[in-house]
């Protein structure tokens, strides 16, 4: 009924493009802050600025890391090195967590202007799991998730959520490590084996293929579905009803 495997009695999702439709929201803080950012060095330094590409840049160095994360691995791409600062660096520090402050606050900004709304047929299919008698986690990355999960009315349908306060809290590294969908299997009492992994990012499929999980769901909203199976993906859908429309 729910095209996983027999075994699988858990189920792990991500929350931006697997559960709602923020994804698209965190793309476009990233190019405007780090477009402002490169523009800002590039004047400085009177070198050529080349913006930050909202699809290959997005999808390859921060799409489902943890903010500071992503701010590193971009970065590092472009031969930038900053000091890290602290977590409470104000958005106009020069650091890499002054940055994610940038991000963050644009991403806060763009959600209460914007709303948040949830992915239908992801929806129907976390009802689904519910129905059937399968624990429930959101596994994000975000500070911001509960606030997402909230605003998107859909708070109510999980049982546990790890996010990157949690992370934090716990001392969990990123995806793609697979540290924090451990976390969420542990929370909800079940091996690795026992939980399946949905996921948009390639960072988090790579994290579900590093944690031996039962199964790694790939969802590609964005056309890039071979990506997520050479990372990871044991089976790639464009929406998750589509697991529910197979059988």
Same mark, same amino acid.
């Given at each position: 009924?729910?095209?996983?495997?027999?075994?699988?009695?858990?189920?792990?999702?991500?929350?931006?493009?697997?559960?709602?439709?923020?994804?698209?929201?965190?793309?476009?803080?990233?190019?405007?802050?780090?477009?402002?950012?490169?523009?800002?060095?590039?004047?400085?330094?009177?070198?050529?600025?080349?913006?930050?590409?909202?699809?290959?840049?997005?999808?390859?160095?921060?799409?489902?890391?943890? +903010? %500071?994360? @992503?701010?590193?691995?971009?970065? /590092? *791409?472009?031969?930038? =090195?900053?000091?890290? !600062?602290?977590?409470?660096?104000?958005?106009?520090?020069?650091?890499?967590?002054?940055?994610?402050?940038?991000?963050?606050?644009?991403?806060?900004?763009?959600?209460?202007?914007?709303?948040?709304?949830?992915?239908?047929?992801?929806?129907?299919?976390?009802?689904?799991?519910?129905?059937?008698?399968?624990?429930?986690?959101?596994?994000?990355?975000?500070?911001?998730?509960?606030?997402?999960?909230?605003?998107?009315?859909?708070?109510?349908?999980?049982?546990?959520?790890?996010?990157?306060?949690?992370?934090?809290?716990?001392?969990?590294?990123?995806?793609?490590?697979?540290?924090?969908?451990?976390?969420?299997? +542990? %929370?909800? @009492?079940?091996?690795?084996?026992? /939980? *399946?992994?949905?996921? =948009?990012?390639?960072? !988090?499929?790579?994290?579900?293929?590093?944690?031996?999980?039962?199964?790694?769901?790939?969802?590609?909203?964005?056309?890039?579905?071979?990506?997520?199976?050479?990372?990871?993906?044991?089976?790639?859908?464009?929406?998750?009803?589509?697991?529910?429309?197979?059988?």
């Amino acid at each position: 009924m729910l095209g996983l495997p027999e075994h699988v009695h858990t189920c792990l999702f991500d929350l931006d493009g697997v559960l709602t439709r923020t994804a698209e929201v965190h793309a476009a803080a990233w190019k405007e802050m780090f477009d402002a950012y490169l523009r800002q060095r590039a004047d400085r330094e009177g070198a050529p600025f080349v913006p930050f590409d909202a699809v290959r840049d997005y999808d390859e160095y921060v799409d489902g890391r943890p +903010r %500071a994360d @992503g701010v590193r691995t971009f970065l /590092a *791409a472009r031969t930038i =090195d900053l000091p890290e !600062g602290m977590p409470e660096d104000p958005p106009d520090a020069e650091t890499v967590h002054g940055l994610g402050t940038r991000k963050n606050d644009l991403v806060l900004r763009k959600i209460e202007e914007e709303g948040v709304q949830a992915y239908e047929g992801s929806v129907a299919y976390v009802r689904a799991a519910r129905d059937a008698g399968l624990r429930r986690a959101v596994v994000s990355s975000s500070a911001n998730c509960q606030a997402v999960l909230t605003a998107a009315g859909i708070a109510d349908l999980f049982d546990e959520r790890i996010d990157g306060l949690v992370a934090r809290e716990q001392h969990l590294r990123g995806k793609p490590e697979p540290d924090t969908y451990l976390a969420a299997a +542990r %929370a909800l @009492g079940a091996e690795p084996g026992q /939980a *399946a992994v949905f996921e =948009d990012a390639l960072a !988090g499929v790579e994290a579900g293929r590093a944690g031996k999980f039962g199964i790694v769901v790939g969802v590609d909203r964005v056309g890039q579905a071979d990506e997520l199976r050479r990372h990871g993906a044991d089976v790639v859908v464009r929406d998750l009803a589509e697991l529910l429309e197979e059988r």
